[in-house]
DNA sequence: CACATATTCTAACGATTATTAGATTGTAGG
DNA sequence: CCTACAATCTAATAATCGTTAGAATATGTG
């Protein structure tokens, strides 16, 4: 209109578009959502995204230059962390409202999730509650890691790959609730699934350690006891 | 690739890079910024981002089809129009990321904004207390038709351009505190140097009605009061 | 109908990006 | 010193993106 002199303005919506474009690639989105989960190396990211590690270096890179992510070294391990919780929460957002608007997200999700009665359908609040007193127990089927660096009020850490030879440290008679990285995630079904064949009454939850507190809820920190 | 043999997981993260793709592009913030003051056709989109229509028509396309917008003809004209208040938050909560972690981004919108002095300081909910009260008189100077598509309570639409000749409206005994379109827009420092300049106390803050709303604050719509 | 205007479409170009693979740097441990 | 390994850097490529300008489409008006 008026106005003419366009460079000033256009330095500003240029800086907050190195965000978008760090946030611009698949590879880039798995990267984060893994680092939600707490620091790690960049070979251990790279396993865990299926990537080769040289690609994983230059998407870090990327998102390094945008300052969402930073770095530590300790020996010969360089340990990556999102640069911040508003990362994460960026990222949840960033995802709901792909959720909400792309109708091709919904799909693949739905057919992604085995069955749907696995899903606990209470509100978060209720189920915490529930877990305080013990009427259920809540478990955290992520590796071991990723449950020290946050995890849900009264989880208890049981990795995937545990599950199996630890199902006796849980109880039969209650309600078990599972929960992973996120509604990405798939290990809370295979959870899920391996404890509904061995007879447990066991269901999940979508939410990740990001979506629990992007609701406003409390996280908790540390080790599992053993 | 030209190979489709993505797994099932890479699809999700790939819808979710649909919206950040849409969000890389400086050109296309802005308009999102503009659609988030209310709908807009092609043509006033193009002017007030100052380029040329075909290009707006282009990077709008972009928009539309991460399904950020949506669009109504009426005659001869297109209207734009976010397609949720998701989007706009989206908006906010990736500029205040930005704003987090880019120096560069605090820099220059330290330099672009005139005075430190003329921003209020106060909370919202005592500015709004005040305004309430008549302690204030809070003013929009965005165009009229953003008004009408939503504006902060108690405040009067009172466009830039129309502001020097509607000077008698203003009651010279009370503070007055201008509002835009938010932190990236300059209409309130103008309006702000203006009234000054005319011997009114007038100061400004950076909230435009999205910031307002994320603040979780209400926001109101309708016509201007003659 | 012809005409003006708003918008989209198309083709083309240079610029940027994703990915791959080889070479290089930095650290730990013998 | 040498070796092993984590991580980065570099160069090359194919693919995608941003921008421009001309052509085409759709709507309203005389």
Redesign the pocket.
């Given at each position: 209109m008026w106005m003419n002199k366009r460079s000033p303005k256009d330095l500003l919506y240029e800086q907050v578009a190195r965000i978008g474009?760090a946030l611009?690639?698949p590879?880039?989105l798995e990267l984060v959502e893994l680092l939600a989960q707490g620091e790690k190396?960049?070979?251990l990211l790279a396993s865990q995204a299926g990537?080769?590690?040289?690609?994983a270096?230059?998407?870090?890179?990327?998102l390094r230059e945008a300052r969402l992510v930073e770095?530590r070294?300790d020996?010969?391990?360089?340990?990556y962390r999102l640069s911040g919780r508003d990362v994460s929460q960026l990222w949840v957002t960033l995802r709901e409202t792909a959720e909400e608007h792309l109708v091709e997200l919904r799909m693949a999700l739905e057919q992604m999730t085995a069955q749907p009665d696995t899903l606990v359908s209470e509100g978060r609040e209720s189920l915490l509650e529930k877990a305080r007193q013990g009427e259920i127990v809540m478990i955290d089927v992520r590796p071991a890691n990723e449950f020290s660096a946050g995890h849900l009020p009264f989880a208890r850490s049981l990795p995937l790959d545990e599950l199996e030879r630890r199902l006796a440290d849980l109880p039969a008679d209650r309600a078990i609730v599972a929960y992973c990285r996120g509604p990405f995630c798939l290990m809370s079904d295979q959870a899920v699934a391996l404890l509904t064949a061995k007879g447990y009454r066991a269901r999940k939850i979508l939410d990740g350690v990001s979506e629990w507190e992007a609701a406003g809820l409390p996280v908790e920190q540390g080790e599992p006891t053993a």
């Amino acid at each position: 209109m008026w106005m003419n002199k366009r460079s000033p303005k256009d330095l500003l919506y240029e800086q907050v578009a190195r965000i978008g474009k760090a946030l611009a690639s698949p590879k880039r989105l798995e990267l984060v959502e893994l680092l939600a989960q707490g620091e790690k190396s960049v070979e251990l990211l790279a396993s865990q995204a299926g990537i080769d590690m040289r690609l994983a270096s230059a998407h870090l890179k990327a998102l390094r230059e945008a300052r969402l992510v930073e770095t530590r070294r300790d020996g010969k391990y360089i340990y990556y962390r999102l640069s911040g919780r508003d990362v994460s929460q960026l990222w949840v957002t960033l995802r709901e409202t792909a959720e909400e608007h792309l109708v091709e997200l919904r799909m693949a999700l739905e057919q992604m999730t085995a069955q749907p009665d696995t899903l606990v359908s209470e509100g978060r609040e209720s189920l915490l509650e529930k877990a305080r007193q013990g009427e259920i127990v809540m478990i955290d089927v992520r590796p071991a890691n990723e449950f020290s660096a946050g995890h849900l009020p009264f989880a208890r850490s049981l990795p995937l790959d545990e599950l199996e030879r630890r199902l006796a440290d849980l109880p039969a008679d209650r309600a078990i609730v599972a929960y992973c990285r996120g509604p990405f995630c798939l290990m809370s079904d295979q959870a899920v699934a391996l404890l509904t064949a061995k007879g447990y009454r066991a269901r999940k939850i979508l939410d990740g350690v990001s979506e629990w507190e992007a609701a406003g809820l409390p996280v908790e920190q540390g080790e599992p006891t053993a």
